[in-house]
């Protein structure tokens, strides 16, 4: 050992292996004599009154390990300084029947000595462990001391050097997903949220899908048209027709207005006229109907919102068609902007994929630190 300019030199047959003095306890390699790194005092970058100290690596890596008594060192923390990676592990279980368990805690208040009395994961926390029985990661996020309006747990996506779009929320014991989650490998099927509906698809874009509005409303999407639609009042279109160049929309039965219909089978008509009386449930379903029967001999006279009169001989067929109630004016379904009254036809669902909305990130001052060997 050599002792000078307010030094201690420390040497192994005549190679420097460790230096200590001016606030800096540095240490050197035994194989190549390079400096490997040292221990010393630092403090923040642009705040000189912020001081600590460091411990920085000069070579290919630093560890904390446990000697394992085979010859090995088993790493809990290696720092792999040449290619830029950190490794951590709960240590060296030495076996499959084993166990090891890495912990992260925001706060050693909820459970440490002279703290609140609380479970470890009684905060935001991560665990990974590793036994005999299988390997596990759990997330932990809320308490049981605050109210609790502010605790999540959140995935962000970067957007721009100061936004950040919300990926995936839990809070309040609820999950809150932002973007469009696919099914499968291949990114075929996918499921999303809007501001006002749910969709289920398939294929990218927005050209295959059913939607469900938060008002109760259905609709097919295919090939970009919305070749069906179910109303919440219980108004529909099914099936669509393509006319110069525009696509329409139809009623079940492919017309282009809403009708309801029965027939009555076998009635019996006279040449005085026959009183029928018309369901009582269709008359509170259509506005106005008509009469029309299978026989040309045979009339049809006296209408009333209730009840009709047919005249002839013999039995006749009777098909009975109205317009329901609140429909009466619509003609051809424009499904491509369905504004109708009392319907809304227009898709309610975002016509494009669905991107999270952009958020200002917190600030946070970037942390430097300057090396210093002297006070």
């Known amino acids: 050992m050599r002792i000078a300019d307010g030094n201690v030199y420390s040497y192994y047959q005549g190679d420097e292996t460790m230096r200590f003095g001016s606030y800096l306890m540095e240490l050197y390699d035994s194989r190549n004599h390079n400096r490997l790194g040292y221990f010393g005092v630092a403090r923040r970058t642009g705040d000189v009154e912020r001081r600590g100290m460091a411990w920085v690596g000069d070579q290919s890596f630093i560890s904390i390990n446990k000697d394992t008594h085979d010859g090995q060192l088993r790493s809990l923390f290696d720092a792999d300084l040449d290619?830029?990676?950190?490794?951590?592990?709960?240590?060296?279980?030495?076996?499959?029947?084993?166990s090891a368990t890495v912990s992260v805690y925001a706060d050693e208040w909820?459970?440490?000595y002279g703290g609140g009395g609380y479970r470890a994961t009684n905060q935001a926390a991560m665990r990974m462990n590793r036994d005999q029985n299988?390997?596990?990661?759990?997330?932990?996020?809320?308490?049981?001391?605050?109210?609790?309006?502010?605790?999540?747990?959140?995935?962000?996506?970067?957007?721009?050097?100061?936004?950040?779009?919300?990926?995936?929320?839990?809070?309040?014991?609820t999950v809150t997903i932002?973007?469009?989650?696919?099914?499968?490998e291949s990114r075929t099927a996918w499921i999303e949220g809007t501001n006002d509906s749910i969709r289920l698809g398939v294929g990218p874009g927005?050209?295959?899908?059913i939607s469900v509005t938060k008002s109760g409303d259905?609709?097919?999407?295919?090939?970009?048209?919305?070749?069906?639609?179910?109303d919440a009042k219980g108004t529909k279109i099914g099936g669509t027709i393509e006319i110069d160049g525009r696509r329409w929309g139809m009623s079940p039965i492919d017309s282009p207005q809403y009708l309801i219909e029965y027939i009555?089978?076998?009635?019996?008509?006279?040449?005085?006229?026959?009183?029928?009386?018309?369901?009582?449930k269709y008359v509170k379903s259509v506005e106005n109907y008509a009469v029309f029967p299978n026989r040309g001999d045979v009339t049809i006279e006296d209408k009333t919102p209730t009840s009709f009169v047919v005249k002839g001989s013999g039995k006749v067929d009777l098909r009975i068609v109205g317009i329901r109630k609140g429909q009466l004016d619509d003609f051809w379904i424009d499904v491509e902007n369905r504004n109708n009254k009392g319907f809304s036809l227009?898709?309610?669902?975002?016509?494009?994929?669905v991107v999270p909305p952009e958020r200002g990130d917190d600030p946070e001052t970037e942390r430097k630190i300057r090396k210093e060997s002297k006070l």
């Not at 996020?141 to 839990?170: L, W």
């Not at 927005?206 to 899908?209: A, D, G, P, Q, S």
């Not at 227009?346 to 994929?353: A, G, I, N, R, V």
């Open 83 to 98: 290619n830029n990676r950190l490794y951590l592990s709960g240590g060296w279980s030495g076996s499959q029947s084993g």
């Open 110 to 112: 909820p459970w440490g």
């Open 134 to 173: 299988g390997s596990y990661v759990y997330i932990y996020y809320g308490d049981t001391y605050s109210n609790n309006s502010q605790s999540s747990f959140e995935v962000r996506e970067n957007a721009t050097n100061t936004t950040y779009r919300p990926m995936i929320i839990c809070q309040d014991s």
């Open 178 to 184: 932002y973007s469009r989650t696919y099914l499968g």
């Open 206 to 209: 927005v050209e295959n899908y």
């Open 218 to 230: 259905i609709e097919l999407v295919q090939g970009g048209f919305i070749s069906h639609a179910f």
């Open 264 to 280: 009555i089978f076998d009635q019996e008509a006279t040449e005085d006229g026959t009183v029928v009386e018309l369901d009582a």
């Open 346 to 353: 227009k898709s309610s669902s975002t016509p494009q994929p």
